[in-house]
Nanobody, 116 residues
Framework: QVRFVESGGGLVQPGGSLTLSCAAS????????VDWYRQAPGSPGSLREW??????????NYADSVKGRFTISRDNGNSTVYLQMNNLKPEDTAVYYC???????WGQGTQVTVSS
């Protein structure tokens, strides 16, 4: 069974930074494209916004809303994908999830709150 574990969230002031981590069990993560998604407070239960993705070959792409502020990377030795988030804004507040392509069951996510 595939299981994703997201970590690294927290409360940060606007302009601050956080680094999220995504680990997985049950699959060899380095073989897959991995994407980060987020679900903002009050959004419908199944609606997650795509944030960024990284291929198995380390090509990356980003949503326009985070381009230039977020960086996705992967450490295949540790089977972990990271999301470095800089210059955080209140509208970045959300639960952040990772998943592969093709998708498996969602993990619990990690809460990011940007507030002064």
């Amino acid at each position: 069974q595939v299981r994703f574990v997201e970590s690294g969230g927290g409360l940060v002031q606007p302009g601050g930074s956080l680094t999220l981590s995504c680990a997985a069990s049950g699959i060899i993560l380095r073989r897959f494209r991995v994407d980060w998604y987020r679900q903002a407070p009050g959004s419908p239960g199944s609606l997650r916004e795509w944030v960024a993705g990284i291929t198995s070959g380390a090509s990356t792409n980003y949503a326009d809303s985070v381009k230039g502020r977020f960086t996705i990377s992967r450490d295949n030795g540790n089977s972990t994908v990271y999301l470095q988030m800089n210059n955080l804004k209140p509208e970045d507040t959300a639960v952040y999830y990772c998943n592969t392509s093709p998708k498996y069951s969602w993990g619990q996510g990690t809460q990011v709150t940007v507030s002064s």
